[in-house]
């Protein structure tokens, strides 16, 4: 435990302090008792206790010693004598300087400047090594993985390779994760769904502070095999991709009367598990119509008939309805996020007219870069290449212009899984899930920043800010 006692320190601290209802400056001595900073069980995040003579809230700011613009602040905690303010998004074994402003009623009061000093990181978190040692490349902000060996961890780390959060998944897989920014919270599907192969069994939504705000085991859910993507809308409901299955008559194709078929499916549900909208595959489309449908497993993949699509991202459109890609079928499709009609079909025979260099080959992460433009992966099975593809769809007339084609290095090529976001006007960044990097390239596919990991990861965000003075959750 690291103490600071507040003794005759802040009596006569004035030019410090300030009101923003007086003309004359106060002293915070006159409500604050003691300041005691202690560890808390994560190592990049440290508890300050606070002590005070009467009740009001407090707020920090806190930022790295000699970096007083760009520091940190938190939210105002409720009115209280001991409130307690956790400090997060530290670097690791570095001394970090802090300043206490006091609410009580309308007037502020503003300590003296307090001082501590960070720990170590814990043995077992993954390394990150920088593989362009040369680069002179800088971003504010963060970029964020989640490891996929069966003792996971969240990470995320500054442009300096430097970890400056974590989270332990207790000892379970992540099997994936995202970021939602409106509310500053991590989505994960963690462990392994004994009935669906790319699930979990269990979901979970954390904040930054560790706090669960979110968690149900896979027996808990009417729509138990989520898989592949876990995401939160802005309104704050969340969404799911799931397992949806349904018995068909295949014998025109060789099959049985009664076979299930195994599809995909969209929830929609509320934090308290309430579910608002449902959607399945099987609504705009019939297996038959597929000539693969009795195809058998190959290459260690599952058959058209255990996994007839495999979806596998999720997101929002510009007008709200849903991006969802079907990795077997190399399609994008957009569905409305209430009729759950399926507006078009974007990619290899599909009913938008496009031309065939935007054709994928394993596609991933469907979003809406910053250009307002559809952006997905192309991992390139064919040719052995990964790219970033970035599309404008006229709706009405069913046509698709491509805007990007940026071609990543042949050695960073994933097979499967990947990412690419992005981070400002000239830069993506690109997570590539086999070769376990995390690349930012120009718009040419150069990378200019490269850190890799000793464990694959799904994808990799860009979080350009943390705005910690939001309201949580």
């Known amino acids: 435990m690291r103490k600071i006692k507040l003794i005759y320190i802040l009596l006569l601290l004035v030019s410090s302090f300030s009101s923003c209802t007086k003309d004359e400056l106060l002293n915070s001595s006159d409500v604050l008792k003691e300041v005691i900073v202690k560890d808390d069980s994560n190592k990049l995040r440290n508890n300050v206790e606070i002590q005070l003579k009467e009740p009001a809230a407090v707020q920090i700011e806190y930022w790295k010693s000699g970096s ?29 300087d802090f300043r206490l402003t006091i609410k009580k009623e309308a007037t502020l009061f503003h300590s003296q400047v307090f001082s501590f000093h960070t720990r170590s990181l814990p043995d077992n978190l993954s390394p990150f ?62 462990g392994q769904n004994p009935n669906e192969q790319f699930g979990g069994d269990e979901i979970l939504v954390i904040d930054l502070y560790g706090n669960i705000i979110f968690k ?59 579910i608002k909208w449902e959607w399945n595959c099987f609504s705009a489309i019939n297996p038959l119509d597929y000539s693969f449908i009795m195809d058998e497993p190959q290459g260690g993949h ?125 830069h993506i960044l690109f997570g590539s899930t086999m070769s376990k990097t995390m690349a930012i390239t120009d718009m040419s596919g150069n990378p200019v920043w490269q850190y890799q990991t000793d464990e694959k990861f799904f994808r990799a965000y860009y979080i350009d800010k943390i705005d910690l003075t939001k309201s949580p959750n």
């Open 68 to 96: 007083e613009g760009e520091a940190l602040t938190t939210p105002f905690t409720e009115d209280g004598l001991n409130p307690v303010v956790k400090l997060i998004l530290l670097e690791p074994d570095t001394v970090y």
């Open 129 to 190: 090594e920088n593989r362009l040692p040369g680069s002179t490349f800088r971003f504010k902000g963060y970029i964020s993985i989640a490891t996929k060996p069966e003792n996971s961890y969240l990470y995320m780390i500054n442009d300096q390779g430097k970890i400056v959060w974590y989270q332990s998944a207790d000892n379970k897989t992540i099997v994936n994760s995202t970021f939602d920014p409106v509310h500053n919270t991590f989505q994960c599907i963690l």
């Open 302 to 426: 599952l058959s058209p008939r255990q996994d007839l699509l495999h979806a596998n991202s999720v997101s929002l459109d510009t007008d709200g309805n849903y991006l969802m890609t079907f990795n077997r079928i190399n399609q994008l499709w957009k569905i409305n996020s209430s009729t759950g009609e399926v507006i078009y079909k974007l990619g290899v025979d599909g009913d938008v007219d496009m031309p065939q260099e935007g054709y994928t080959s394993g596609i991933h992460s469907s979003h809406i870069d910053l250009d307002g433009e559809i952006m997905v992966i192309d991992n390139g099975k064919a040719n052995q290449q990964t790219r970033a593809l970035s599309f404008v769809v006229d709706e009405n007339a069913k046509t698709a212009v491509l805007k990007k084609d940026i071609k990543f290095p042949t050695e960073l090529f994933t097979m499967n899984q990947g990412s690419a976001y992005m981070m400002d006007s000239q």
């Open 216 to 274: 149900r085991t896979y027996d808990e859910l009417k729509n138990p095999d989520v898989h592949h993507d876990f995401r939160r809308l802005p309104n704050g409901d969340l969404i799911t991709i799931n397992r949806y299955k349904k018995a068909f008559d295949l014998s025109s194709k060789g099959g049985g009367t009664n076979e299930i078929v195994n599809g995909d499916g969209l929830t929609v549900m509320d934090l308290n598990g309430n």
